[in-house]
């Protein structure tokens, strides 16, 4: 009976978060979004990809496409060095043929719990094309980024192809 009124509830306890180092910024992402965190290798380019496309790595035996959100959002080539990884994301399934996408990070991602009471939206913080929402969490600034989006311009990149 507990569990059923947790669900049925408008409001959460806490939301089991990561915050993923970009270049510039940190993305704060629900843990459920996250599939892993690999090392940085086996990047393959892809021919006449916009320059966001990092290319495509295998994962598990899939072909997963890598991007860069730094550069969707029109900042500077992030650099690839010994901390950077690579996250694994689930995608959102706005298509059946786009299982996981992945992201390049400038270091490690650390755990945080999310509450209602800790994070706010940032109105006055001017928003790049791919984030969804720029919010303080415990006295961080933190991008939530707009998933649905960077998989449609993929999408329509592939499509292309």
């Known amino acids: 009976m507990r569990a059923k009124h947790q669900i049925e509830s408008d409001s959460y306890q806490e939301v089991a978060s990561l915050l993923v180092p970009l270049n510039e910024s940190l993305l704060l992402l629900p843990n459920v ?54 996250a694994v994301l689930n995608t959102t399934g706005i298509s059946d043929s786009l299982s996981f996408m992945a992201i390049l990070t ?26 969804e929402l720029v919010v303080t969490w415990a006295g961080e600034q933190a991008v939530i980024p707009a998933l649905a989006q960077i998989e449609q311009a993929y999408l329509e990149f592939a499509e292309q192809c």
């Open 33 to 86: 979004t996250v599939a892993e965190i690999v090392p940085l290798g086996g990047i393959r380019p892809v021919a006449h990809a916009p320059e966001w496309l990092l290319g495509h790595i295998n994962w598990r035996e899939q072909d997963v496409p890598i991007v860069s959100v730094e550069l969707m959002n029109g900042q500077q080539r992030p650099e690839q060095s010994d901390r950077c990884r690579i």
């Open 106 to 131: 400038q270091g490690l991602p650390r755990l945080a719990r999310v509450t209602d009471s800790e994070i706010a939206e940032r109105d006055e913080v001017d928003k790049a094309p791919f984030d």
